[in-house]
């Protein structure tokens, strides 16, 4: 008989990377400071204490902690949303590579 653990195969395209680095989000006139905690190619995890609404677009700035990469610029989209006391999780889509 199989693990469960074996049994499971990712259904992502993208692997999520654990990075938990600091992120510039842009909402309009808006400019906010989060966590960004996981990346993929599509998406990312954000935590910060400000309320968004599913929808919500925003630009997201990571800076590059290496000298020899880019920093990302996205347009990003929030898709959904968990909270924890006054910490809000928030999974975005990745609309637009910006350069």
Excluded at 6 to 22: L, S
Excluded at 30 to 54: A, H, K
Excluded at 70 to 86: F, H, S, T, W, Y
């Amino acid at each position: 008989m199989m693990s469960l653990a074996t049994q499971y195969q990712e259904k992502r395209d993208f692997i999520r990377m654990r990075v938990e680095t600091p992120v510039t989000l842009t909402l309009g006139d808006r400019t906010l400071q989060c966590v960004c905690i996981d990346l993929s190619g599509t998406g990312m995890c954000i935590e910060l204490t400000q309320e968004l609404n599913i929808g919500d677009e925003a630009v997201a700035y990571m800076a590059s902690y290496q000298n020899n990469f880019e920093p990302l610029n996205a347009c990003i989209r929030i898709k959904r949303v968990m909270q924890d006391g006054d910490v809000y999780c928030y999974g975005a889509e990745i609309i637009e590579i910006l350069g």
